[in-house]
Structure formats: structure tokens, C-alpha cells
């Protein structure tokens, strides 16, 4: 396994460019499967779980041929409609391609996904919304069995979300696209990731209303063409670079991003005092004086998103007084405080909530990642603390991020990647 070694403290400066959305990558390489052609997808980032879901996507029988950034999936012949569990259980959200193996060829077979390090994350709403399109559901040794119902395809129909879920919105939203008739999708996710899946699938010939809010309109096609797509820059990459600037005391630019999707993010910086500079399609955030105490409180999109809490956490760490945030999301994202704990940072849990109480300074110590977030918060709080930090398991961080420890090293970081001791 490897590890970082990171060498503090040191103040992140500089300019920096984010690689393809993950999130949105990876729902668009399921939808593939949905049309009988060669789909392309430009801009698609090179991580484990893109690779992970590559992988699922051979399994089935699509060709996938990456050339850079550009990935090219053949779905003209799918002969295995089974996502075995040694792949799902590595990444929950390949089970995003049963909606679409079920509506193109009425059948599919797909690993219940495990938890994860912090909660059980169910798909219950995933099933419930396909057997509201009249799909049969069976679990059956820890495999989740679907098919159209007996001599038809899907049927549109109502279906309203209990919560607001990502990945429940876009199964069941490339599922509809194939159904009979007109489905209504309410309390959909309206994070951008669904909105960039609803208009690569408009752009296959499907016919969906309502993109960008939380009521989704569909009306079934019996086919669609392959997609052509690219996915636009990684949301929470942009803010994890720009959190860099507060959490270590530096000012960071990053460039070629969507300002629109950072407004939660920049209010919780503008709140803490924070001098910034938004452009047309750049950020600057100058970290130099300690961050004001904040409150964050995570939310569906347009909220404040789960996946920057870690990584604020860590500026709150060294912000100048008593900071508060709070996880409505999962039950127990918090796995980065015990390790920021061993940083020097003083936090303290009650339930959902984490009062974070500022420091002078962190001090190196080694850490473990936990999650592709966690580990992220850990690396830019190592850059701040005074000595040296190894943050172990960093496979959790590959998921998520393409080369970090190159792109923070052009930030000033310290940081070298090597094979954990024996
Ligand atoms: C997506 O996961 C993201 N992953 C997650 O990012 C992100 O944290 C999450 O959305 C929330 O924004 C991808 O897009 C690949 P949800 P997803 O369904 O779709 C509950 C990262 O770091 N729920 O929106 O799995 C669930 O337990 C990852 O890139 C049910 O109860 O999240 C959670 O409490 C981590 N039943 C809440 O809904 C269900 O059937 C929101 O989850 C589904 C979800």
C-alpha cells in the first residue's frame, strides 16, 4: 500500500486547473449502455473509480477504449446483464447501471452495494422508484434481480422521492427514458451531476422536462442514439483546492471552473472573513488571514455539499475561534476527526454536530484516510501542521482525485508519494 509524506508548514499558493467531475462521469458511462452504438465522453477523469467502472462496463460486455481524456464505450452488444459483487462492492455507484440494463434489455442482476466508512447508504430508494415504473424486484443472495413485468416493457409513472438522493435519481431516471409513456420524478436531486446526466441524455433523443429543478418530466422513447458528451470540471475538486487557501494560510486560483456551482462553499468563506475574487470561469480565495469561525450545515444541492465538509473542517482546525458543522446526510461522516484529533485540532462531537475549536498551530503526526474526502482534509491539514505527516491508505484518496500530490506540489506542497513500510 502507499502512503503520502507531506513536510509542513507550508502556505498552498498559486494557480490550479480541476480535472473532469468524477460524479458526473460516472452516471454518463452508465447511461452508454442505454443506446445500441459507441458513446463518447470527453474529459473524463482518470481515477480508480473511473477505472473501477470501466472495468464493470467490460464485465458486461461493452467495450470501453480510453484515448487521454476521451473515453469511447461500444454498448452495441451488452451479453451479460450481471454487475458481480467483487467490482460493486469496490464502488457503490456502479450499481447506477442497473436502471439502464434493465431499460434497454429487461433484465439485470447487480450486487447489492456494501456500506462504506461512514454509514449503511441503502439503495432502497433506487428500488423502490424502478418497481414504481412496474420493474420486478428480487433480492436474491445479496443480489438484486430485476426484469420488466411479464410481456411489456417499463410504464411511466409518479414517482416521488422519500429524500433527496443522487444516485436514486439518476437510476431511475435512465430508467424512464426507455419506459412507456410519461413519468413524473419528484423530489429529484438537483445537483449538477443530474442535471449534466439529464442533458447528455436529452442530447441521446431523450425527452425530459424540468432539468435543474426538482421535479424531473419524462416521456419514453423506444430508442436512443449514443451519447456525446463532456463532462464539465469536478465541482468538489475546485472547492477542495480553493479550501486549500484557509486550511494552510495561502491564496490559491483555480481556473477553467463553474463559479455557479460554489456558492454554498464561497458564503461559508465570505462569512469567515474571507477576501475572494469570482470570475466568469475563476476563483481566487486569499487564505492568508485565519478564517473567521464559520457554521456549516451540509444540504442537497443548492445547499452547503456533504463532500466539502471534511475538507472545511480542516481550515476550521486553524480558523480564530469556534466553528460548528454539521452533517445532515449521512448518520456518522466524521471518520477524518479522530485523525485531525492527532493532528492537534480540537474537535468535539455531539451527534451530527462538530465544534471545532481553532489552534495556533497543527502538529505532524501520521494519519490514516478513510474516505476519498476524509483523506483529502487530512493532506491539506498535514500542509499546515509544523513537521511531518504520512497519511497512510491513500488509495481512498485515488478515487477521487487524479495526481493530487503533483498538483498540490505546484501549489508549494511538500508531498512525496511512496510504498508504506513493511
Ligand atoms: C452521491 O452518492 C455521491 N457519489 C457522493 O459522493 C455524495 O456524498 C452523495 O451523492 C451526496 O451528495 C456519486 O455521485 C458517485 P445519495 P449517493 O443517494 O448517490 C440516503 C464522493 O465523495 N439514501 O444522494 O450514493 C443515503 O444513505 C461521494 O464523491 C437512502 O436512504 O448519495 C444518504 O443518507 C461520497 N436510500 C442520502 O440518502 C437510497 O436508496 C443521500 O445519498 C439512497 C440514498
Redo the contacts with the bound molecule.
Keep these: 500500500m502507499e502512503r503520502f509524506v507531506v513536510e509542513g508548514p507550508v502556505a498552498l499558493r498559486g494557480s490550479v486547473e480541476p480535472g473532469g467531475s ?2 458526473t462521469a ?1 452516471p454518463l458511462m452508465c447511461a452508454a449502455l442505454l443506446a445500441e452504438g459507441v458513446s463518447e465522453l470527453r474529459n473524463v477523469p482518470d481515477l480508480r473509480d473511473t477505472r473501477t467502472l470501466i472495468r464493470v462496463l467490460d464485465t458486461l460486455g461493452a467495450k470501453c477504449e480510453r484515448d487521454g481524456s476521451t473515453l469511447r464505450i461500444d454498448a452495441r452488444e451488452v451479453p451479460v446483464r450481471e454487475a458481480p459483487y467483487e467490482l460493486v462492492k469496490t464502488m ?2 456502479s450499481i447506477t447501471v442497473l436502471g439502464p440494463l434493465l431499460a434497454r434489455f429487461g433484465e439485470a442482476r447487480v450486487s447489492m452495494p456494501g456500506g462504506c466508512a461512514w ?8 428500488l423502490e422508484g424502478l418497481e414504481r415504473l412496474s420493474a420486478c424486484i428480487d433480492l436474491d443472495h445479496g443480489y438484486i434481480d430485476a426484469k420488466w413485468p411479464k410481456g411489456s416493457r417499463l410504464k411511466g409513472a409518479e414517482i416521488s422521492f422519500r ?6 435519481t439518476e437510476n431511475v431516471l435512465m430508467a424512464a427514458v426507455l419506459a412507456e409513456g410519461k413519468s413524473v420524478l419528484r423530489n429529484s ?1 438537483r ?1 449538477p ?1 443530474v442535471t449534466s446526466l439529464a442533458e447528455g441524455l436529452v442530447g441521446m433523443g431523450a425527452k425530459i422536462e424540468g432539468i435543474g429543478t426538482s421535479t424531473l418530466t419524462v416521456e419514453g422513447v423506444d430508442a436512443l442514439q449514443p451519447l456525446n458528451f463532456e463532462v464539465p470540471p469536478d465541482r ?1 475538486e475546485v472547492g477542495t483546492f480553493l479550501t486549500a487557501a484557509p486550511a494552510t494560510g495561502g491564496e490559491i486560483t483555480v481556473t477553467n471552473c463553474i463559479p455557479d456551482h460554489q456558492s454554498a462553499l464561497l458564503e461559508v468563506f465570505r462569512s469567515g472573513g474571507l477576501d475572494m475574487e469570482v470570475g466568469e470561469n475563476y476563483i481566487r480565495v486569499d487564505g492568508r488571514r485565519p478564517m473567521n469561525p464559520v457554521e456549516v450545515v451540509t444540504a ?1 444541492y443548492p445547499g452547503f ?3 466539502m465538509q471534511a475538507q472545511v473542517m480542516a481550515a476550521c482546525a486553524r480558523s480564530a475561534g469556534v466553528s460548528t458543522l454539521t452533517e445532515t ?2 448518520l456518522d461522516r466524521f471518520t477524518h476527526v479522530a485523525e485531525l484529533r492527532r493532528l492537534g485540532a480540537k474537535i468535539r462531537l455531539d451527534g451530527n454536530v462538530a465544534v471545532v475549536t481553532g489552534v495556533e498551530k497543527l502538529q505532524g503526526a501520521p494519519v490514516m484516510a478513510t ?3 476524509a483523506s483529502s482534509a487530512l493532506v491539506l491539514a498535514a500542509c499546515a501542521a509544523q513537521g511531518v505527516t504520512t497519511v497512510s491508505r491513500i488509495y481512498h484518496i485515488d478515487r ?1 482525485y487524479e495526481r493530487i500530490e503533483q498538483r498540490l506540489a505546484g501549489l508549494g506542497a511538500r508531498i512525496v508519494r511512496e510504498e508504506e513500510p513493511d
Excluded at 449503511?120 to 433506487?126: A, G, I, K, S, T
Design positions: 468524477k460524479n460516472l457503490r455507484a454509514g449503511p447508504r441503502p439503495v432502497d430508494l433506487h429524500i433527496s438522493s443522487v444516485g436514486a436531486a445537483e451531476d468538489i442537497p455539499p456533504t463532500d446526510i449521512y474516505d476519498i474526502r477521487g
